[in-house]
């Protein structure tokens, strides 16, 4: 069912998906990757992690890992 939406403004998404109206394609326009070590993922207020020795390896082989095409 079609609709009309007036002017609207998002500052930060981090995730997730909002449709106004009418959806064609869903798709990503943006694709990032993080990489951190043990325990350096996480939030909270008074977190206590403890770890021994650690190694992250942050090393992406592929030429390729998810395609975004941009119609």
């Known amino acids: 069912m079609?609709?009309?939406?007036?002017k609207i403004k998002v500052d930060s998404i981090s995730g997730g998906?909002?449709?106004?109206g009418d959806v064609i394609k869903i798709s990503p326009i943006n694709i990032s990757k993080t990489v951190s070590?043990?325990?350096g993922g996480g939030v909270g207020d008074?977190?206590?992690i403890s770890?021994?020795?650690?190694v992250t390896n942050g090393?992406?082989?592929g030429l390729s890992n998810q395609n975004?095409?941009?119609?």
Not at 2 to 6: A, C, D, Q, R, Y
Not at 68 to 71: K, S
């Open 17 to 20: 998906v909002i449709n106004f």
């Open 68 to 71: 975004v095409i941009d119609d």
């Open 37 to 39: 070590g043990s325990g």
């Open 2 to 6: 079609p609709s009309l939406v007036g």
């Open 51 to 54: 770890n021994g020795s650690s």
């Open 59 to 61: 090393t992406d082989t």
């Open 46 to 48: 008074n977190q206590v």
